[in-house]
C-alpha cells in the first residue's frame, strides 16, 4: 500500500500550509495565530474542534463511517524556537527572534494533511483525535496537555508521535523497540567559599579547585555506574566565577545537563550528582548546594505498538524502508509525558540530508516538503488500520 493517492494530490496545498505556518513562528504557549490556523483547516474539514487545552492547543475530533470504541490520538508539536532564520527564501520568517528550525511546522502540515483526507473518506470504525500540542521546546506542553486532562475528555487506547529526522533518507523511518530519546534534567552546583586576595591564599577558602574536582568526579558517574550497554552523559557547561584575577571569589556555579535512556539511571545520576558535589566540597571543609531539574522522562514506545508502526510505515514506504536498529537519540521530547499515560510509538521520518549546517535547530534549517505526503500517508494508513 503506497502513497495515497489523493494524499500526494494535496501536496501543493499541505506545502502551502507549512510555508505559511513558517512564516509565523510562535514560541510555546504563544501559538495563537498557528492555534487559529489550525483551528480554520480542521473546521473547514468538518472536523470537531475543542481549543484551548495547555493555553493554545487544540484537539479535533473526527468519527469514522460505523460506531466503535476504539479510538487513537495522533499529535503535532507546534512551537518554534526563540533564534534568528539566515535564511533568504521568499517564505522565512516574519519574526527576526523566532523560527521553526525543527519542523514543527511540516508536522502541522502532515497531520493536516491526514484529517483532511480521513474527514473525507472515513474508512474506519470508531474514533480518532488529531492532538497539536504547543510548547514542545523545553516548556513540557505535552504535560500540560496530560495534566489538565487529554486522556480523560478524549478516552484514547494509544497515542502516536512522529518527527522528521534529518540525516536519514527521504523514503526511510526509523521505528525503536523500546527507548527512542533520552530524560534530560539540569542542575545546578555552588560552590561557597570564602574569597580573599589571590596572593595569600591560606586566609581564603578557595572555591575554585574544588569546583574543579567536582567536574572531574562527575565524570566518572557514567562510566563507573551506568551499564556500558545504556546510554547516559552528564556534561557541566557553565561555570561562572571570580571578577578579578588577583581575587579569589567566594562561590562557584556550575551548571549542566544530565540524560539518560532509563529511569533507574535517571535516579542514579541524580543521587551521584549530589552525593560527589556535597562529599568532594566537605572534604575541602566547604559547603556545595545542589539543585537538581527534573525535565522530559524518556520516551520509550511499547513493543506491541513500535511493531505496528513499523508495519504501516513498511506499507507506504516500501519494503525494507525501516531501520529497526538505529540508536536512540540523547535530545529529549516531551511526547514522553504521553507515552507514560497511554501505549504508543513515536517514529522518526527520514527527511534526507540537508547539508552542513542546515540540520536541526540550525539558523538555516527548512523542511523538506517532499516528505509531506509520505508522513500524512503514514497516519491515514495508521487510522485505518488500527480502527478497521
Known sequence: MPIINSISNIKKDMQEWRRYLHTIPELGFEENKTSEFISKKLSDFGIEVHQNIAKTGIVGVLHGTKPGATAIGLRADMDALEMPEENHFEYKSLNNRNMHACGHDGHIAMLLGAAKYL??????KGTVYFIFQPAEEGLGGGKVMVDEGLFKKFPMQTVWGMHNWPGLEVGKAAVHSGPVMASADGFKITVLGKGGHAAIPQLA???????????SGLQTLVSRNIDPVNSAVVSVTVIKAGTASNVIPDQVLMEGTCR????????K?????????INIAKASGLEAKVDYISGYPATHNTLQEASEASVIAEEVLGIDSV????????????????????????IWL?????????????SRYDFNDEILPLGASYWSRLVESKLS
Open 119 to 124: 474527514s473525507e473518506t472515513k474508512n474506519f
Open 269 to 277: 545520576l541524580e543521587q551521584g550528582i549530589k552525593n560527589i558535589s
Open 323 to 346: 531501520e529497526k536498529s538505529m540508536p536512540p537519540s540523547m535530545a529529549s521530547e516531551d511526547f514522553s509525558y504521553m507515552l507514560q499515560e497511554k501505549p504508543g510509538a513515536y
Open 350 to 362: 527520514g527527511a534526507g540530508n540537508p547539508g552542513p549546517g542546515k540540520m536541526l535547530h540550525n
Open 260 to 267: 539518560s535512556m532509563h529511569q533507574e539511571d535517571r535516579i
Open 205 to 215: 577558602s578557595d572555591p575554585v579547585p574544588v569546583a574543579a574536582s567536582i567536574i
